[in-house]
């Protein structure tokens, strides 16, 4: 679900509402020492703020509505981009989007989830939690990629797969295993970058890559915290608890061996300043493209396979 600025955020929205306000008055009207004053105190504000979240505080930064979904980023770093509907099967799912796109002088496949901004689009979206034929678009657009030697590009950012009784009845748990199976098998190069919430198989569906990044304040997780309060203590009000528990922020996945990356956010998080956020997650997705063009698709499948079975730690005592 979408999220409004959460409450530690509040005095950080009236100081960049008054630096706003003074940038528009004419210059030499005496307000310069005023907005500079201002835009210190925002900045250690933010620092002394973000640099002391709790792991649910992350949470609701992850979830928060301003933060770039996959198409600011197509938007952002793409040229050319052509939208694939459709899983040739039942039916389009707006709520994941894919197509073929130009990425800085390489031609690449695109597929991610799209939450939708206003409430009209949101609906539309199904706030960004596919149904199976959301999966199977994505796959039919994985196998297009493998078929035309394209790498591959994923933006994960969806609080899961949709629970509703149609989709259970179309398959969405075979949907969600099938592209699991696919893609780590797929021929050619996998960059999974986590934006935003990563919710479960909804999620995972998409994040069998070569290599997996995520931002600074986005979450990784089996099940949402509120989720998983629900199941352990029948008291979704133990969410900040279960958050601690589940230890699904950047940091915690990086520690874990899940994501190989963290691509820092700028001062606030992504949503304060989406053009530098979507030029990081570039660079790094270019980056990445350099070093996993150069092997073999046969070397591909291989450390794919090592990536995932290293995964997991656990004590023999």
């Known amino acids: 679900m979408q999220s409004s600025d959460p409450s530690f955020e509040e005095p950080l929205i009236e100081l960049r509402r008054r630096i706003e306000e003074l940038e528009g008055y004419p210059a030499g009207g005496g307000h310069e020492k005023e907005l500079e004053r201002l835009r210190t105190a925002l900045r250690k504000n933010t620092s002394d703020i973000f640099g002391n979240l709790s792991r649910w505080e992350k949470t609701l930064v992850a979830r928060h509505q301003d933060r770039p979904y996959t198409l600011d980023y197509v938007e952002a770093l793409m040229s050319d981009w052509v939208e694939i509907h459709g899983d040739r099967a039942f039916a389009d799912d707006a709520a994941i989007v894919s197509g073929l796109a130009e990425f800085r002088g390489r031609s690449v496949a695109v597929i991610g989830h799209q939450k939708g901004r206003d409430t009209k689009e949101r609906i539309w979206r199904n706030f960004g939690q596919p149904r199976p034929e959301g999966y199977r678009k994505a796959l039919r657009m994985m196998k297009m990629a493998e078929r035309f030697r394209l790498?591959?590009?994923?933006?994960?950012?969806?609080?899961?797969a949709y629970p509703g009784l149609d989709a259970e009845e179309r398959g969405q748990a075979e949907a969600i295993a099938h592209n699991l199976i696919e893609m780590a098998v797929l021929e050619v190069p996998i960059v999974v970058t986590i934006t935003g919430e990563g919710g479960s198989g909804g999620a995972l569906a998409l994040g069998v890559g070569d290599r997996v990044f995520i931002l600074e304040y986005a979450t990784y997780s089996v099940i949402s915290p509120e989720?998983?309060?629900?199941?352990?203590?029948?008291d979704q009000n133990k969410k900040a608890e279960a958050a601690d528990a589940m230890k699904l922020t950047a940091p915690d996945l990086l520690q874990l061996g899940v994501v190989d990356a963290i691509i820092p956010e700028p001062p606030g998080g992504a949503h304060t300043d989406p053009a530098v956020t979507c030029q990081r997650v570039g660079d790094a997705v270019e980056g990445a493209l350099n070093e996993l063009e150069r092997l073999s698709p046969r070397d591909l499948v291989d450390r794919r396979y090592q990536k995932f079975r290293a995964l997991g730690a656990y004590d023999e005592g």
């Open 151 to 160: 790498p591959v590009l994923t933006f994960i950012d969806t609080a899961g």
């Open 227 to 234: 989720g998983c309060a629900a199941i352990l203590w029948k």
